[in-house]
């Protein structure tokens, strides 16, 4: 099977209601990065990090995936897809999709503040001070932090280089690791971006660039993806 990766970002979710960072009214106007969402932050103040999490991790629960995750989700009829997102919502998840690949972590998840791979599935609930981990640590959001390193850039980069069709959704493509993903496509694949703007960082030259929102650009995409896929 031809293999297709799509690398998102918070783009693709804002139509299901969860803000983007950087867009105007983004996350990061209401917060400081570097005050909710860093390890020197945790380090700093747990409650203030605790319920920055709380409050996105309800707001996802909340949240719906929309017609762009659920036509990514379609992909895997004909396609071996893997999707690898910078978001830490579980929408792709929830609208079919069966290969993602979380480079910032997941909401739903907690860890042991001491061992990174004591995961504990906590689905909507809140992380409380005081709440440990089996290793007695305490529990926080399983999520990648600035600071942090990120576990999966690797494997993520060698799907990408394995990739034949390239698709990026709703990302500014400005912080790295995750950025420098669309370095490692082969140079004659398709490679399309959905995107209202262009991340100015990239030259898109040989990119076809759908300049529309994700819950327009990506079903349009995918259908003509599969057409030519039937021949
Ligand atoms: N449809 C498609 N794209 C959209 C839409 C939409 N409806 N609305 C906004 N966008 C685009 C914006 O034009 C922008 O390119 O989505 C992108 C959002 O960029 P950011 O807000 O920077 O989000 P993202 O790229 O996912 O941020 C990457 O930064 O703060 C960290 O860890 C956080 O994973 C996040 C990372």
Redesign the pocket.
Known sequence: MIKVVVLT????S??SGLS????SG?L?EGYN?EDV?SIDAWYRNREVVLDFYNKRREQALKAKPNE?HYSIAKLEEKFDVTVIT???DDLHERSGSTEVMHL?GILRQARSEKDESLIIDIGGEPIKLGDKAPDGAQLRPNIVWFGEPVPMIEAAAQKVAEAEIFIV???????YP?AGLVDFTKPEISKYI????T?ELYSFNNWIHIK????K?VPSLTKKILENQNG
């Open positions: 970002g918070a783009g693709i804002a139509e983007t960072f950087r867009d983004g990061w990065i969402a762009a910078q978001n830490v910032h959704v709703g990302t500014s493509l400005v912080v995750a959905v995107d209202p703007s991340p529309e929102k994700a819950v650009g």
